[in-house]
């Protein structure tokens, strides 16, 4: 019974390693390497080819290797499976640690003062007057964000496709919730999953109703983000400016507009990177778990689209 990995080949080395340490005895095919198709019960796969994963007649389960399935669900052959993701405490806490950086960075000056100095200007400017934080998405990784920067005192709201109860957090939910946030959101966070309904959700309509001056940052996807709208209130001043760390197509290519705007800050798809180890460790929980016919660890609702 085997366990194949269609992976970038660097992340293919060292989930190799990572399982090996941990499980010596799997039997690990590493994509176009799949050996007899017909041992393969379990999958693990980052932007695998489209189509990929129809040959494998004896499939059981598929992987995604991170938080993200929607690479695997755009996939017009991917076979029905059920389908999990690689989720865990210390990525959530790395995205939330993330999101608060930026956030703090922004309100205290910070990228502005780094400017000044490779120009030799000494320009103290006070902390911006910045003290809410609206949040979309509150899975996992969204409610890990939201509790700490509740903990870090700002005013913190999120919003979701079904309703949630945190701590010191308001929630909302559905369309009318949606529009309830943004009016208060200084700093608006996405960190929604990516599904036909939330494809270009951040939008001339959503920018809107932010309070003039806001701060965008997304986490989530570029396919969330409609570039055009997204400009234009950059450069009406209705954006303050934004931190993108993920993109419609990545690496970003050199050309593209965003490396050279002054109010934009991009890195380079690094707010949760997935831990080798951390992964292993549930992937091979789940394949065991699989062999023995146990309900699946971290499993996504096929059609939530999370």
């Not at 909302?172 to 009016?183: H, Q, V």
């Not at 990516?194 to 940052?217: C, H, M, S, W």
């Amino acid at each position: 019974m085997a366990l194949l990995l269609i992976l970038p080949p660097k992340r293919a080395r060292y989930l190799v390693d990572s399982l090996r340490r941990f499980n010596p005895d799997l039997d690990i095919r590493v994509w176009p390497k799949t050996g007899e198709k017909k041992d393969i019960r379990f999958a693990v796969t980052w932007n695998h080819p489209p189509g990929s994963l129809s040959g494998l007649t004896r499939l059981k389960a598929v992987s995604s290797f991170g938080a993200g399935v929607d690479h695997l669900l755009r996939d017009p052959q991917l076979p029905d499976v059920p389908i999990t993701r690689v989720i865990y405490d210390d990525l959530s806490d790395e995205i939330a640690e993330f999101v608060t950086a930026v956030i703090l960075n922004h309100k205290r000056n910070l990228f502005h003062h780094f400017q000044e100095q490779k120009s030799g200007r000494w320009s103290p400017l006070a902390r911006k007057p910045m003290h809410s934080v609206g949040i979309l998405g509150l899975g996992t990784l969204g409610k890990s964000a939201a509790r700490r920067l509740a903990a870090a005192g700002f005013n913190v709201s999120g919003w979701s496709r079904t309703q949630h109860a945190i701590p010191n957090v308001a929630c909302y939910s559905g369309e009318d919730g949606l529009y309830k946030l943004l009016p208060h959101a200084h700093f608006l966070v996405c960190m929604l999953p990516l599904t036909p309904k939330t494809v270009g959700i951040l939008n001339t309509r959503v920018f809107e109703q932010l309070p003039d001056g806001a701060y965008l940052i997304n986490t989530g996807r570029g396919q969330h983000l409609a570039e055009a709208d997204f400009l234009a209130a950059l450069d009406s001043g209705k954006l303050e400016g934004a931190c993108l760390d993920v993109f419609e197509q990545e690496p970003l290519p050199a050309d593209h507009p965003y490396w050279n705007h002054p109010k934009i800050f991009i890195t380079p798809h690094i707010a949760g990177i997935t831990d080798p180890d951390s992964a292993a460790v549930q992937i091979a929980k789940n394949y065991h778990r699989l062999m023995k016919g146990l309900p699946l660890i971290n499993r996504i609702n096929r059609q939530a689209g999370y």
